[in-house]
């Protein structure tokens, strides 16, 4: 399944990039072509010659070379590869991911890539643990890339816990799977809605909800990451997009209809946005003032409710139209009156009950509601919840699942 894939391979510094080199033996012997940057810390545990005898190509090591650049080019390095890997990721490579930032001619093709990227983090276990690592691990995994390991284990700084690098054999599975994923949707459109609406009283104020938006997202991550063209559809989040999402910004929920209908037709359509249920009846143009005596009557109207407008269209119904409940009782008997009621397909029903901490939490507890039947679902991130949901809307559309996945 690798034959002829091309692997884009980053290796930064770190103890660990000695397994590199197996595992771009492991890759060549499956017909992988791999191209590789090393950064420049890389090349104080690995040289250059031994990953150029390896790989059977040319090393490229720098953002300013003359000759490589106008031999290939860095934007070129990244887009002719199927999939790029960081392995191992150092904790500082992971920081400059996440912050964006192009200083050397690693973080520059990964900024340049459109491509799916897996990373194989490696580091001394507090380096791991502190919340900086964490937090831009969590926002370059939001922007969809891949992470296998770190596994436990004795770490060559003598400590021991969390922080070895995954072995070369775990990860060439890890990039099968991704591959044979990744053009799975490869044909499909989708369109997803995400976070709150924001519903004006004045210019100044609004009416909202405490919607994160990260479920909506990481679903959007998850059918991109399938191939899936996907539009998601956002009221306003502290999100990152995910990497090959077109995001449509919204507000209110009248700008999110129109925003959704201009996208169709599309194969499927998943409903993750906590969408206000009522506006103000007439926003003002202009600020309240506090001083017009006693205090203002808001009226509210009905806002339209997207999911069941979608659901109910007629010849550009998306083939299957996906809902969420958030309920705090009776979740399952509420999800599925709800389905029935607006005429989607599936009903997502979680529970939003207090100690549930599913709201701007990063865990869901999740039941899927169809005409079949319900399936309850483990406790899972948001993360997972989406990689399962994408799954299922894969096989209901007619994708048959890859070997090994
Ligand atoms: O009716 P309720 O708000 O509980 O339904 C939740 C589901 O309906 C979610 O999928 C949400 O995105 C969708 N919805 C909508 N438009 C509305 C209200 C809810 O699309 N106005």
């Given at each position: 399944?690798?034959?002829?894939?091309?692997?884009?391979?980053?290796?930064?510094?770190?103890?660990?990039?000695?397994?590199?080199?197996?595992?771009?033996?492991?890759?060549?012997?499956?017909?992988?072509?791999?191209?590789?940057?090393?950064?420049?810390?890389?090349?104080?545990?690995?040289?250059?010659?031994?990953?150029?005898?390896?790989?059977?190509?040319?090393?490229?090591?720098?953002?300013?070379?003359?000759?490589?650049?106008?031999?290939?080019?860095?934007?070129?390095?990244?887009?002719?590869?199927?999939?790029?890997?960081?392995?191992?990721?150092?904790?500082?490579?992971?920081?400059?991911?996440?912050?964006?930032?192009?200083?050397?001619?690693?973080?520059?093709?990964?900024?340049?890539?459109?491509?799916?990227?897996?990373?194989?983090?490696?580091?001394?276990?507090?380096?791991?643990?502190?919340?900086?690592?964490?937090?831009?691990?969590?926002?370059?995994?939001?922007?969809?890339?891949?992470?296998?390991?770190?596994?436990?284990?004795?770490?060559?700084?003598?400590?021991?816990?969390?922080?070895?690098?995954?072995?070369?054999?775990?990860?060439?599975?890890?990039?099968?799977?991704?591959?044979?994923?990744?053009?799975?949707?490869?044909?499909?459109?989708?369109?997803?809605?995400?976070?709150?609406?924001?519903?004006?009283?004045?210019?100044?104020?609004?009416?909202?909800?405490?919607?994160?938006?990260?479920?909506?997202?990481?679903?959007?991550?998850?059918?991109?990451?399938?191939?899936?063209?996907?539009?998601?559809?956002?009221?306003?989040?502290?999100e990152p997009s995910p990497a090959g999402v077109r995001v449509v910004p919204v507000e209110t929920a009248a700008e999110m209809l129109a925003a959704c209908e201009a996208v169709l037709p599309v194969d499927?359509?998943?409903?993750?946005?906590?969408?206000?249920?009522?506006?103000?009846?007439?926003?003002?143009?202009?600020?309240?003032?506090?001083?017009?005596?006693?205090?203002?009557?808001?009226?509210?109207?009905?806002?339209p409710d997207i999911l069941a407008s979608i659901a109910q269209r007629g010849n550009d119904r998306p083939a299957l139209v996906i809902g969420f409940a958030a309920e705090t009782e009776n979740v399952v008997?509420?999800?599925?009156?709800?389905?029935?009621?607006?005429?989607?397909?599936?009903?997502?029903?979680?529970?939003?009950?207090?100690?549930?901490?599913?709201?701007?939490?990063?865990?869901?507890?999740?039941?899927?509601?169809?005409?079949?039947?319900?399936?309850?679902?483990?406790?899972?991130?948001?993360?997972?919840?989406?990689?399962?949901?994408?799954?299922?809307?894969?096989?209901?559309?007619?994708?048959?699942?890859?070997?090994?996945?």
């Open positions: 399944m690798l034959q002829d894939r091309r692997i884009l391979l980053i290796i930064s510094g770190g103890i660990a990039a000695y397994k590199s080199l197996e595992l771009i033996r492991r890759l060549r012997e499956r017909g992988a072509a791999v191209r590789c940057i090393m950064t420049a810390a890389a090349e104080h545990f690995v040289t250059p010659l031994s990953v150029a005898s390896l790989s059977e190509d040319k090393v490229y090591t720098d953002l300013w070379s003359l000759t490589d650049e106008s031999e290939m080019g860095h934007i070129r390095l990244s887009r002719e590869a199927d999939l790029v890997v960081v392995a191992p990721a150092s904790a500082d490579l992971i920081a400059r991911m996440a912050t964006g930032l192009a200083d050397d001619l690693a973080t520059t093709a990964l900024l340049a890539s459109d491509k799916p990227v897996l990373i194989a983090p490696t580091m001394n276990l507090m380096m791991w643990a502190h919340p900086a690592t964490q937090a831009n691990l969590a926002t370059i995994e939001a922007r969809g890339v891949k992470r296998i390991g770190p596994g436990s284990g004795e770490l060559a700084c003598g400590e021991v816990g969390s922080g070895r690098m995954a072995e070369p054999l775990e990860i060439v599975v890890a990039i099968e799977r991704i591959l044979a994923g990744a053009a799975r949707l490869a044909e499909k459109r989708a369109l997803v809605t995400s976070g709150p609406t924001r519903e004006p009283i004045d210019p100044v104020r609004y009416i909202s909800n405490h919607s994160s938006g990260k479920q909506g997202h990481a679903i959007a991550a998850a059918l991109a990451a399938l191939g899936a063209d996907t539009v998601l559809v956002s009221g306003p989040t502290q499927v359509a998943v409903m993750a946005a906590a969408v206000a249920d009522w506006r103000v009846e007439t926003a003002t143009g202009h600020k309240l003032k506090k001083d017009i005596g006693a205090p203002p009557v808001l009226r509210l109207a009905e806002n008997e509420n999800a599925r009156r709800k389905r029935l009621r607006k005429q989607c397909d599936w009903i997502l029903a979680n529970d939003v009950s207090p100690g549930t901490d599913t709201f701007g939490g990063d865990r869901n507890t999740v039941h899927l509601v169809d005409a079949d039947g319900i399936e309850a679902w483990p406790v899972m991130t948001k993360r997972e919840v989406a990689d399962r949901l994408a799954e299922r809307i894969a096989q209901h559309l007619g994708v048959s699942c890859p070997r090994g996945s």
